[in-house]
């Protein structure tokens, strides 16, 4: 048992706890193995009366090793009852009336369970039940070769010795063979003052209120979310708010797809719409083979299968936190933020359709129902309820393979497809991704809605960097709501406005003509005035010794970070004012 985890035959996850099993096995020590408790399996230690009675007058006598060795007569150790005592041969025999340690017998768990030793019942003579009870064993001799070895064992730290390490023994010893290949040690939830949860200190959560509050799926993601292999979880009731969030995303962007997919007229249900033949059961391979996709479907196919790549690898280590953070990463901020956002204007319904248009939202479709299905397959182990429910609506919807009876459970895990990740179609819209949130982020900073139309130059010295902005800068001028896009143009320079960097890219958004800049900078100059006095304020203070004596370590903390939040705004105002009177 040693051995087998010292050459990695077992592993433990996370890695530290090897030692603490090796040092268990290394300083191993005697173990009370008997319990006084009704449940369990009785001693195979029987007594006889009469050796014992002639064994106790020796004990009033000095014990000397002899006497010690004439103690243990009138003890059997024996599977089956015996029929009488092999040493007087007296019948006045009986069992010890304790029974093993828990963990005794636990450690036969991982073969006990398919009914190993396969020994046939004393009970029955009758053929009939004879061959139905061979049936039966040669059953569980099938399972147990099939479910033996495992290839993990999920527990708590505590049992590291009492049950993991005798189960490996057990295995050794009766089997022949490793019980499972790795082992995932889980931490201990706590409460978020760091103490452990318990009954009798009153600080636990029951899951139920969980459930009823935020619903099942989103106790379940929160709680992956925050379990970091092998480290304790601190809980709070709020953290939950995580997993109902992104359940209400999910099934949003579900909705906006189902409405936008045309589900009946694939269906053929609408006469006036021909149903594309198949066109769900598209081989997603030879589809995107023969297509010639725009930038977002291409994009969203290689984010995806980037995505996969990354999961199976937290997943195959057991890093479950990295996992569900991968799949929240990808399914808001990149499938819903930008990927639906992208589709949209493409998906709109318009008598003006060209034949080039109907094309690229047929194919919008399938890539949007294919990414969305393939998704919800990987969310499934995460949330199971609510990915079952939309996958039914999308595949009955669809009408297509499997037939609707089937559960998303069943569904294999989604295959990488490695030729569909494109590094360039990522960078392009990485940048494109950029641009877009600056220009956002000047409309916010000048207090503008983000549904104002604006007009906004793009600097380079970057010959690549330029190329791709022209490739993308119809995404540009729908998403940031652009009036007018100019790319590489000096002429801006003498115009009044600000601009951000995004990257290599100097942004540049115009305010001529859309704000009184005059007004502006006035206003700017009285909210730093307010600024500065609160900022001095706050320095005044806490350069006050008594203050920082008296007051509560917290309140100097948060006092600190208002004050560093306090100048970088500063900062940031100063050089809006400064950019307004160029
Ligand atoms: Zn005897």
């Given at each position: 048992?040693?051995?087998?985890?010292k050459?990695?035959?077992?592993?433990?996850?996370?890695?530290?706890?090897?030692k603490?099993?090796?040092?268990?096995?290394?300083?191993i020590r005697?173990?009370?193995?008997?319990?006084q408790i009704?449940?369990?399996?009785?001693?195979?230690?029987?007594?006889?009366?009469s050796?014992?009675?002639s064994a106790?007058s020796c004990?009033?006598k000095?014990?000397?090793?002899?006497?010690k060795?004439e103690?243990?007569?009138g003890?059997?150790?024996?599977?089956t009852?015996?029929?009488?005592?092999?040493i007087c041969?007296?019948v006045d025999?009986?069992?010890?009336?304790?029974?093993?340690d828990?963990?005794?017998?636990?450690?036969l768990?991982?073969?006990?369970?398919?009914?190993?030793?396969?020994?046939?019942?004393?009970?029955?003579?009758?053929?009939?039940?004879?061959?139905?009870q061979?049936?039966?064993?040669?059953?569980?001799?099938?399972?147990?070769?099939?479910?033996?070895p495992?290839?993990?064992?999920?527990?708590?730290?505590?049992?590291?010795?009492?049950?993991?390490?005798r189960?490996?023994?057990?295995?050794f010893?009766?089997?022949?063979?490793?019980?499972?290949?790795?082992?995932?040690i889980?931490?201990?939830?706590?409460d978020?003052?760091?103490?452990?949860?318990?009954?009798s200190?009153?600080?636990?959560i029951?899951?139920l209120?969980?459930?009823?509050?935020?619903?099942?799926?989103?106790?379940?993601?929160?709680?992956?979310?925050?379990?970091?292999?092998?480290?304790?979880v601190y809980?709070?009731?709020?953290k939950?708010?995580?997993?109902?969030?992104?359940?209400?995303?999910?099934?949003?962007a579900?909705?906006f797809?189902?409405?936008?997919?045309?589900?009946?007229?694939w269906?053929?249900?609408?006469?006036?719409?021909?149903?594309?033949s198949?066109?769900?059961?598209?081989d997603?391979?030879?589809?995107?083979k023969?297509e010639k996709?725009?930038?977002?479907?291409?994009?969203?196919?290689s984010?995806f299968?980037?995505?996969?790549?990354?999961l199976n690898?937290?997943?195959?280590s057991?890093?479950?936190?990295?996992a569900?953070g991968?799949?929240?990463?990808?399914t808001?901020?990149e499938f819903?933020d930008?990927?639906?956002?992208?589709?949209k204007?493409?998906?709109?319904?318009?008598?003006?359709?060209t034949?080039?248009?109907?094309?690229?939202?047929?194919?919008?479709?399938?890539?949007l129902?294919?990414?969305?299905?393939?998704t919800?397959?990987?969310?499934h182990?995460?949330?199971?309820?609510i990915?079952e429910?939309?996958?039914?609506?999308?595949?009955?919807g669809?009408?297509?393979?499997?037939?609707?009876?089937e559960?998303?459970?069943t569904q294999p895990?989604?295959?990488?497809?490695?030729?569909?990740?494109?590094?360039?179609a990522e960078?392009?819209?990485?940048?494109a991704?950029?641009?877009?949130?600056?220009?956002?982020?000047?409309?916010?900073?000048?207090?503008?809605?983000?549904?104002?139309s604006?007009?906004?130059?793009?600097?380079t010295?970057?010959?690549?960097?330029?190329?791709?902005?022209?490739?993308?800068?119809?995404?540009?001028?729908?998403?940031?709501?652009?009036e007018?896009l100019n790319?590489?143009?000096?002429?801006?320079?003498?115009?009044?406005?600000?601009?951000?960097?995004?990257?290599?890219?100097?942004?540049?958004?115009?305010?001529?003509?859309?704000?009184?800049?005059?007004?502006?900078i006035?206003?700017?100059?009285?909210?730093?005035?307010?600024?500065h006095?609160?900022?001095k304020?706050?320095?005044?203070?806490?350069g006050n010794?008594?203050?920082?004596?008296k007051?509560?370590?917290e309140?100097?903390?948060?006092e600190?970070?208002?004050l560093a939040?306090?100048?970088e705004?500063?900062?940031?105002?100063?050089?809006?004012?400064?950019e307004l009177?160029?």
């Open positions: 048992a040693i051995k087998a985890v050459d990695g035959t077992i592993k433990f996850y996370p890695k530290r706890w090897t603490v099993y090796l040092n268990w096995m290394e300083n005697d173990w009370c193995i008997s319990r009704w449940w369990g399996h009785r001693l195979p230690v029987y007594y006889c009366k050796c014992q009675l106790v004990q009033q000095a014990e000397s090793r002899e006497q060795a103690n243990k007569k003890i059997i150790v024996s599977k009852k015996p029929d009488k005592c092999p041969g007296s025999i009986y069992q010890d009336e304790d029974v093993l828990t963990w005794f017998s636990s450690w768990w991982p073969f006990a369970t398919f009914g190993w030793p396969f020994q046939p019942s004393a009970v029955s003579h009758q053929p009939s039940a004879d061959n139905k061979k049936a039966e064993s040669r059953k569980l001799k099938a399972e147990l070769g099939y479910f033996y495992t290839s993990v064992l999920i527990t708590a730290p505590e049992i590291i010795f009492f049950w993991v390490a189960m490996i023994m057990a295995g010893e009766f089997m022949g063979k490793e019980p499972f290949r790795d082992v995932y889980h931490g201990t939830v706590r978020i003052e760091g103490k452990k949860m318990s009954k200190l009153g600080n636990i029951d899951p209120d969980i459930i009823a509050q935020y619903g099942t799926d989103a106790l379940r993601f929160s709680l992956m979310s925050l379990t970091s292999v092998g480290q304790d809980l709070s009731e709020q939950f708010e995580l997993g109902r969030n992104f359940a209400n995303k999910l099934w949003n579900s909705r797809s189902l409405m936008n997919l045309d589900l009946k007229a269906l053929g249900q609408e006469e006036a719409q021909p149903r594309p198949g066109l769900l059961n598209t997603l391979c030879l589809f995107f023969k996709l725009e930038l977002p479907e291409r994009w969203i196919l984010r299968y980037s995505m996969l790549q990354s690898k937290a997943l195959d057991y890093n479950f936190n990295q569900s991968i799949l929240y990463e990808f808001w901020h819903c930008w990927y639906l956002e992208l589709a204007p493409v998906l709109v319904d318009s008598p003006q359709l034949v080039h248009s109907k094309k690229q939202k047929e194919n919008t479709q399938i890539v129902y294919k990414v969305l299905e393939k919800l397959r990987c969310l182990p995460f949330m199971p309820f990915t429910e939309i996958w039914q609506k999308l595949i009955v669809a009408g297509s393979e499997p037939a609707p009876t559960s998303i459970m895990w989604p295959h990488i497809q490695k030729q569909m990740i494109d590094k360039k960078g392009a819209m990485r940048i991704i950029e641009v877009i949130t600056a220009i956002r982020n000047l409309k916010a900073q000048m207090k503008l809605t983000s549904a104002q604006v007009k906004v130059s793009l600097l010295k970057d010959k690549k960097s330029k190329k791709i902005l022209e490739q993308v800068s119809k995404y540009i001028i729908s998403l940031a709501k652009l007018e790319i590489g143009s000096e002429d801006i320079l003498h115009k009044k406005g600000i601009s951000a960097i995004a990257g290599n890219i100097q942004v540049f958004l115009e305010l001529e003509g859309l704000i009184d800049i005059e007004k502006e006035e206003k700017l100059n009285k909210e730093i005035e307010g600024l006095k609160d900022v304020a706050k320095e005044t203070r806490l010794k008594e203050f920082i004596k007051a509560p370590l309140i100097v903390e948060k600190k970070e208002l939040a306090g100048k705004k500063l900062t940031h105002l100063n050089k809006i004012i400064h009177k160029k």
